[in-house]
């Protein structure tokens, strides 16, 4: 008979896990409102460092603000960030971004970027996709002082801008690279 509890117990718990699951997929949490003020911060930041971006976000269809990204990496890499997609200057949905990279690199930064998608399909075709892009990239950051030169595959095959900013820590290298956007609930 113990044996039988045992297994009705487990069972009842296996069963339960996905249930139990549901109740932390964000709702009603503050990580929206956290999110929006960071990428308010973000936008003012871009815009008041930067003043030809502001004309650049009045003709985009759409922005996605990735207020903070950090990254590290030795040999290979990683990186995350939480961001919001912006349509007429509200909020439609969260994102994150994962990143990984494989290369001649070492050390770690933080830095802020923003999508432009310059056109509807440009913006359709990104909140339709999986998310992915791939790139190559060759980069050094010194505390506040970064350069890169990047090729992407989001902005060499679309109408989308990309602006990366803020970038500070100590990075340096050569890598192989992959981004992806997933949608979230914070």
Same mark, same amino acid.
């Given at each position: 008979?113990?044996?039988?509890?045992?297994?009705?117990?487990?069972?009842?718990?296996?069963?339960?896990?996905?249930?139990?699951?549901?109740?932390?997929?964000?709702?009603?949490?503050?990580?929206?409102?956290?999110?929006?003020?960071?990428?308010?911060?973000?936008?003012?930041?871009?815009?008041?460092?930067?003043?030809?971006?502001?004309?650049?976000?009045?003709?985009?269809?759409?922005?996605?603000?990735?207020?903070?990204?950090?990254?590290?990496?030795?040999?290979?890499?990683?990186?995350?960030?939480?961001? !919001?997609?912006?349509?007429?200057?509200? +909020?439609? /949905?969260?994102? &994150?971004?994962?990143?990984? $990279?494989? *290369?001649?690199?070492? =050390?770690?930064?933080?830095? !802020?970027?923003?999508?432009?998608?310059? +056109?509807? /399909?440009?913006? &359709?075709?990104?909140?339709? $996709?999986? *998310?992915?892009?791939? =790139?190559?990239?060759?980069?050094?950051?010194?505390?506040?002082?970064?350069?890169?030169?990047?090729?992407?595959?989001?902005?060499?095959?679309?109408?989308?801008?990309?602006?990366?900013?803020?970038?500070?820590?100590?990075?340096?290298?050569?890598?192989?690279?992959?981004?992806?956007?997933?949608?979230?609930?914070?």
């Amino acid at each position: 008979m113990t044996d039988f509890t045992r297994r009705t117990f487990t069972l009842g718990a296996l069963a339960a896990t996905p249930l139990l699951a549901a109740c932390g997929n964000g709702v009603g949490s503050d990580g929206g409102p956290r999110i929006d003020a960071r990428a308010d911060t973000t936008l003012n930041y871009l815009f008041n460092t930067y003043p030809n971006t502001r004309d650049l976000a009045n003709k985009a269809a759409g922005m996605l603000v990735m207020p903070l990204v950090t990254e590290a990496g030795f040999i290979a890499g990683g990186g995350y960030g939480r961001g !919001a997609l912006r349509i007429n200057g509200t +909020t439609v /949905d969260y994102y &994150s971004a994962t990143k990984g $990279s494989v *290369g001649l690199q070492i =050390g770690a930064q933080q830095f !802020a970027h923003v999508l432009f998608f310059m +056109t509807e /399909d440009a913006l &359709s075709k990104f909140r339709r $996709s999986s *998310g992915w892009a791939a =790139g190559a990239d060759i980069e050094y950051v010194f505390n506040d002082y970064g350069e890169n030169l990047r090729a992407e595959t989001t902005t060499a095959t679309s109408p989308v801008v990309a602006v990366i900013f803020g970038q500070a820590g100590l990075l340096a290298g050569v890598s192989l690279e992959g981004m992806k956007y997933t949608r979230i609930i914070p």
